[in-house]
């Protein structure tokens, strides 16, 4: 006889909160994904008095590898059980140029494909996920970066100075300088 049910399956995972979630991104099962996003000052914030709650008893039973049990309140959490499962919490820039910033650089990251694969498409292609990476992580972009940025994608420092995206990005990136 063969199960089809996930919960049969030895590596299935599963997660049980007994309280209050605050955020999250839960993903749990063969080939799942959950993503969310926070606001870069979310530790700012002072806990709400309000959302005491009285914490559950954990499920009895068997708690397989890839089990999550948390008995009470969870805050800005990402799980992730199970074949091929991924749980990501992204940062929202606070700051709205920031946030037009790290949409324009997915923009053009979409695009590098369509060039021809160049060193310089390279160099360019990990700029821009340094980049993505520091502002879904921190909410910002140090200068460094942003000098790289523009110097890299200004008009006529680079064959991708011709694309609208890159010349874009290049004038957000040299604005955040200022």
Known sequence: MTHTN????TDAGSVFIGGSVR????????GSDARTSAPASRNDVPPRPDRQVAPWPAPVGDHSAGSV???????????????NSTARTDVTPEDER????????????????????TS??????????????????????????LRRLWERLSPGNTALGALASAVTLADMARRLLT
Not at 6 to 9: G, H, K, L, Y
Not at 23 to 30: E, N, R
Not at 99 to 117: C, K, N, S, T, V
Not at 126 to 139: D, H, K, M, R, V
């Open 6 to 9: 996930d919960d049969d399956r």
């Open 23 to 30: 955020g999250g991104a839960f993903s749990t099962g063969a």
């Open 69 to 83: 049990v948390i008995g009470g309140d969870a805050e800005g959490l990402s799980i992730a059980t199970g074949d």
């Open 98 to 117: 920031f946030q037009e910033l790290l949409e324009q650089i997915r923009l053009l990251r979409g695009q590098l494909p369509l060039l021809a694969d």
């Open 120 to 145: 310089e498409v390279t160099v360019v292609e990990t700029e821009l996920a340094e980049a993505e990476l520091a502002i879904t992580q921190s909410g910002i972009a140090d200068q460094g970066l």
